[in-house]
């Protein structure tokens, strides 16, 4: 993983320190950009249970044209188990296997320990073609850079993973996973500041493997070749072949001599 130090802080300490930084700039204008990205990617979902890791702000408006009815929200704040949503462990989903349509997973793989048990847990209650959306920071980006810096260490959001694309893909791809859709945002720098949008666009057009954040949505593959059995015809014992001895006469000089 990172080579720095992870994030220490406890579970609902750890979940009540993101929510912070996401309430308040640059995190606030990052959120905007993911709900804006997730938006057009959950229209056209479908089934009947969605269930979101992590929070993206206080509301679920951005799931409002989504048309799966039935959506559950996972978070590691006690506090916040309350409606729709209920607090729980990533790693150690309380739902059954094979029962969720679709799952959005929140930048809860950045601030997971074991991000990829979270991914197998994930292929775990997905039913076969469901969808997997997956908002996370790109470490190849000015936001990693920005991370790189030693003053940081320790603090959200720069002390998690930053997962880059290339080995999510690797772990989707040995979890059956088929990446559909790819969209990312946020080149600026993280600052404050929010006059970088001549920059924005052209980066965006330019550099996409730059941006500070992606969000990928991936279908479960399921094998659908089921292994036949080899059928062995009957064997036809046949009878042998029955060999006519030929014979000869052989003259002799006492008379004729059958040989077979």
Known sequence: MSRFRFCRQENGELSRAVAAWFAD???????????????????????YGLLQL??????????????IKHKVTIGLDQSASAGNSIA?????????????????????????PDPHQVLREVERVL????????????PYSL??????????????PWCGHFLSY???????????????????????PPTRSGHFDAFERFARRYWPMLAGVYVIRAVKRVSRVTP?????????????????????????????????
């Open 143 to 156: 936001w990693g850079v920005w991370r790189l810096f030693g003053r940081w260490r320790g603090r959200v």
């Open 166 to 188: 290339s080995r999510l893909n690797d772990w989707l791809t040995l979890l059956g996973f088929d990446i559909e859709r790819m969209d990312v945002a946020e080149f600026r």
């Open 88 to 112: 729980a462990d990533a790693q150690q989903l309380p739902i059954a296997s094979d029962c969720m349509d679709a799952v959005i997973i929140a930048h809860v793989l950045d601030f997971s």
């Open 25 to 47: 700039q640059p995190g606030r204008r990052l959120v905007e950009h993911e709900r804006e990205i997730l938006c057009g990617m959950v229209d056209d979902l479908f089934g």
């Open 228 to 260: 036949l059995r080899q059928q062995w015809s009957r064997l036809r014992v046949l009878n042998p072949r029955v060999v006519e001895p030929s014979v000869r006469e052989i003259e002799t000089l006492g008379g004729i001599k059958r040989s077979a």
């Open 54 to 67: 992590g929070e993206l702000g206080t509301d679920q408006d951005y799931l409002g044209h989504c048309p």
């Open 127 to 138: 039913i076969p073609e469901g969808r997997v959306l997956i908002v996370g920071f790109n």
